[in-house]
């Protein structure tokens, strides 16, 4: 039976059992109520309320336990999608570093050993060829490492973020400021995982859109829940625009009871996400 029609069923039996006891008990109430009447009249109120609670208790006690049920199903399988999505990107970083990878160090090496061997007016061409290769290498390894965050498993969230400002702020230009308070709680893996991945997306936007000069990363409590920010001062964006980056962002807070705010103006960008402390 629907819970509505539970509700409405013991609740019209308990009202019904009052008006009867009402139709048959020796009382009456006079014109002007007297303290005796009122002192019957809460008695039977309460009579009533305590009735109408114990049988809603333990009729609703099963619907109570499928509430519980499909919550922890909910959560079991938010922890398989970010787990999913992180087996994806550990799949593509290892295709990467081994394919790629291993393809552009053999043109590395054999462009090497041609540069030596080449006459002297294409060993320059042929080193800047070279050099362009390095550095597609590096990039290479640069993206391999930053789809799979091993620091994170290795040395926590503040080490692995402040490994990812270090990063940020040789490839950007930009000056980065990183502020971690001192004892904060701690979180789920699945809710470190999606603050690093945030601080992620956030620190590369700000790289590759904001333009911004300095960007403040700060990691913070804020209640029961701990907070990541993640400021530019750069010229800001439309922020009903969402690209699947931030689409992501979003996703992913969802994923672990988080909340995404992005607040956007002329003088910088701020992505805030507040996420819950794990349960003690
Ligand atoms: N910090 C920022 N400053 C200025 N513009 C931004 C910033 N962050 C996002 N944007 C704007 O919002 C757009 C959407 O960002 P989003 O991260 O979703 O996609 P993207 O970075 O373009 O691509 P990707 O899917 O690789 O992340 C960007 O193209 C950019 O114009
Ligand atoms: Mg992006």
Redesign the pocket.
Known sequence: MPVYWKVFLINGTVLGAATLSLVLAPVSVSRQVVVSEVLVLTIGLGIMLLANALVLRTSLAPVDRVIREMRAEQDASNARALAAQEAERHRIAQELHDEVGQNLTVVLLGLKQLERRAPADLAAELALLREATRDGLDDVRRVARQLRPGVLEDLGLTSALASLTNDFAEHSGASVRRVVAPGLPPLTSEAELVVYRVAQ?ALT??A???AAHDVTLSLTRAGDRVVLEVT?D????DTT???????GMRERATLVAGDLTLRSASHG?TVRLAVPVAPA
Not at 234 to 237: A, I, W
Not at 241 to 247: S, V
């Open positions: 997306e936007n700000a590759r859109h904001a530019d750069g010229h800001g964006f625009r969402d690209g699947a980056g931030l689409r960008t």
